[in-house]
């Protein structure tokens, strides 16, 4: 397509519309001139991918000026590369909150890599007061005897794989009274059950980021009436990201934000929700306290009269940090780019 110096000024200079992806390190470029959309990944090339100077309308001046962008980008990130140092196992807590009826329960615990549970509530099993079971898998960093406590400065990201069965599921509309489940946090540690919040997942097919004081992300909609936020498959598995920037992480004054997306592997629908920062008004404006808890839930919510068999499941955890990758940071620049070129 020839050299984007020899081309007119307009056609790469503001000739592109550009989404950012920067879990899967993919931009979409939309060309204002021809409508031509083109997925551009800047990590790899093979098959499928290209690179972002074959498209003169949207390389133009990137190449100087990320450059700048970028070296900015790598000092900032500094203050974002810690992680949750030294965890290592998974401590198993039963009846945290709640716990209103006799169950019976199986566990299997692979250490830091996953854990499972099956609860059975008996059809004529009395309520004790309360609506629901809960379970925690909480982060440890001695093997699992105690719980870790959050030491309230560190930035980190947590991937999982997660998946939850009800066996009333299929019969009640929407998975009404079902399993849920999701990362969670506790911050005024695990034995505070209250000043919770995280990800919720359900096997009604809903996922939201609520409560301890963040500020409220949709991710999918289960009784199916939202069509930008499709509902998960039922009793599918997901995986799920959450990254947690921790104060001043993202530049000086920056508060406390994350970002969550959860991709259903059975139909494939990928959702990710903007960066968002803790609610100013909220008990817990700065984010994660020091000593907050870090765990995995299991919150199984009974149909009385009815037998009820719950299965639920983590797998393949990883905890790791937020420093922008080579291509991700690439991305971030390409992003500030636009915002530049939106000021001229």
């Not at 900015?72 to 992680?83: E, W």
């Not at 609520?210 to 909609?221: D, K, P, V």
Request: net charge neutral; proline share 4%; hydrophobic share 40%.
């Amino acid at each position: 397509m020839g050299n984007p110096a020899s081309r007119p000024r307009r056609n790469y200079e503001r000739a592109a519309e550009i989404t950012l992806d920067r879990h899967a390190n993919v931009c979409i470029l939309k060309s204002l001139t021809d409508a031509k959309t083109t997925r551009v990944d800047m990590g790899v090339s093979g098959p499928g991918s290209e690179s972002l100077s074959s498209h003169p309308w949207a390389y133009g001046r990137f190449v100087m000026r990320s450059i700048v962008i970028t070296l900015a980008l790598a000092a900032m990130a500094g203050t974002a590369s810690a992680q949750l140092a030294g965890v290592n196992g998974l401590h198993i807590v039963y009846g945290n909150g709640f716990n209103g009826f006799p169950a019976t329960r199986i566990w299997n615990n692979d250490g830091l890599v996953g854990a499972r549970m099956q609860e059975t509530i008996a059809n004529d099993a009395p309520g004790g007061g309360d609506f629901a079971n809960r379970s925690f898998a909480f982060l440890s960093t001695d093997g699992g005897a105690t719980d870790y406590a959050y030491d309230g400065v560190s930035s980190f990201s947590i991937t999982y794989r997660h998946r939850m069965a009800h066996s009333t599921d299929p019969v009640l509309p929407n998975g009404s009274n079902s399993t849920e489940g999701g990362l969670w946090f506790l911050q005024g540690g695990a034995t505070n059950p209250y000043d919770d919040g995280g990800i919720f997942t359900t096997s009604g097919g809903t996922a939201f980021v609520g409560g301890m004081g963040a500020g409220f992300s949709l991710l999918a909609e289960g009784n199916g009436s939202n069509a930008s936020f499709p509902a998960l498959t039922m009793n599918g598995w997901y995986t799920v990201r959450f990254d947690y920037f921790a104060p001043g992480a993202l530049g000086a004054g920056s508060l406390a934000s994350y970002q969550a997306s959860i991709l259903d592997e059975s139909s494939g629908n990928y959702r990710i929700s903007n960066l968002t920062s803790w609610d100013q008004g909220s008990a817990w404006p700065n984010g994660l306290q020091a000593g907050t808890a870090i765990g995995f839930r299991f919150q199984n919510v009974p149909v009385l009269g009815v037998g009820n068999y719950f299965d639920g499941e983590y797998a393949n955890i990883t905890i790791g940090s937020v420093v922008p990758t080579p291509a991700s940071m690439g991305l971030l620049a390409l992003s500030g780019l636009t915002a530049l070129r939106r000021r001229r």
